[in-house]
């Protein structure tokens, strides 16, 4: 890839810049971790907190330069498309409400664009946006972490090939217990703007966990959910988001079979950490796959033995060892699978900037599984709303 004005020292990475992600800011880390694990993204620019003076500081922390560090995100974009040297690209790692402004900003300012979930906080948002992305003509991708794990790149790919059979059954579960008191409260920065409808959007735990719950399941089964009965509680009193969802699901038919399902969502399922999992059941066989062990992914054959599978073991396809990084028996997870989705958006960056179309990006979550996010978090709503009726997507 060959772009006017980039740095020979800088190689073929891409300059990116960053909106959100200052100082006590979980996310931000992370991200910068996963940018840069494979080496393809620098960070050289960024509108790191809504006020001017904690931009500053939270870019003096990371060894940003000053005359890059920006008071808002609209400065960022006017003076980095006046560059250059600008910035190729922006990860957008802020609350949820400033995902939609931020991303029309910088694809109408012509940069690529990378963007944690939800997309946006309502679907007519996502659904503008991605009139915006396809008119800007540049690459948008959604950062559903957790698809980039090399067991989760196996069981897709296992479901893909029919190894499975037909699909019956996909259950989701992902339960947490870190908002079982009004955290909101007591200072936690993470939990202010989750509880905050304003911030957060309609949703509460199913925007912030359900959403990855949702994609998993769909992302892994080849499937799409065509309607849904939710049951959202707040269990902490005053909480005004919900803390707790359950649900049972109705995929679109395929193969003249229509597979169902069930949702756990919980942040205050007291003693859990990190609790997703997802179990798929076909004709044929079975899987299961737990976050928290994520180097394994347990398989059965109907009338056969268990299996265990491993990352980077023996019986590992293609699609998972395209994603690994060392050998087996050494763990890997959050982190690098985040920074297998930042790893192959650079790909379809580098590929878009020289025409052509990157075989790896196919893997990637789209603007379309945006839309898919938030019309789940619409339909959970209004079911909940109409006593768990059945609620088309």
Not at 112 to 126: G, N, R, S, Y
Not at 140 to 163: C, D, K, S, W
Not at 193 to 215: E, L, M, Q, S, Y
Not at 236 to 263: C, I, S
Request: aromatic letters at 6%; hydrophobic letters at 40%; one cysteine or more.
């Amino acid at each position: 890839m060959t772009i006017e004005g980039r740095d020979e020292k800088r190689g073929n990475r891409i300059r990116l810049g960053m909106v959100g992600g200052g100082q006590g800011a979980f996310i931000g880390g992370v991200h910068r971790i996963a940018s840069r694990i494979d080496d393809k993204f620098e960070l050289v620019a960024g509108a790191l907190s809504s006020t001017p003076e904690k931009a500053r500081a939270s870019a003096a922390e990371i060894g940003l330069d000053p005359t890059r560090s920006y008071a808002s995100y609209e400065d960022m974009a006017e003076a980095e498309a006046a560059r250059d040297d600008g910035i190729e690209a922006v990860a957008i790692v802020t609350p949820n409400h400033m995902h939609f402004p931020v991303a029309k900003t910088f694809l109408e300012a012509g940069f690529h664009v990378i963007c944690d979930k939800p997309m946006t906080t309502t679907l007519d948002e996502a659904k503008q946006l991605a009139e915006i992305a396809k008119r800007s003509g540049k690459v948008f991708v959604l950062t559903h972490n957790y698809t980039g794990y090399p067991m989760i790149r196996q069981a897709r790919a296992m479901v893909a090939a029919g190894e499975l059979g037909d699909i019956r059954l996909v259950n989701a579960t992902y339960i947490q217990g870190w908002l079982a008191t009004r955290a909101e409260d007591e200072g936690s920065k993470q939990a202010g703007w989750r509880v905050d409808p304003a911030k957060a959007g309609a949703g509460g735990a199913i925007g912030d966990i359900g959403t990855h719950a949702h994609n998993l399941a769909c992302y892994v089964s080849g499937l799409k959910v065509e309607s849904l009965a939710c049951d959202l509680d707040s269990f902490v009193e005053g909480r005004r988001l919900d803390d707790n969802a359950h649900m049972m699901l109705r995929f679109q038919p395929k193969k003249g079979v229509t597979a169902k399902g069930m949702l756990w969502a919980s942040q205050v399922a007291v003693g859990n950490e990190n609790g997703l999992s997802l179990k798929i059941y076909g004709t044929k066989a079975g899987l299961e796959w737990h976050q928290e062990e994520p180097n394994r992914l347990w398989f059965q054959r109907l009338g056969e033995p268990k299996q265990c599978l491993t990352r980077g073991g023996e019986g590992a396809w293609p699609e998972a060892t395209a994603v690994t990084r060392i050998p087996a028996g050494h763990p890997e997870g959050y982190l690098e699978g985040f920074a297998s989705i930042y790893s192959e958006a650079a790909d379809l960056i580098a590929a878009h900037e020289a025409g052509g179309e990157a075989q790896s990006g196919l893997a990637l979550p789209s603007i379309e599984d945006g839309i898919d996010g938030l019309a789940f978090i619409e339909a959970c709503v209004r079911s909940s709303k109409d006593n768990g009726a059945w609620t088309k997507l």
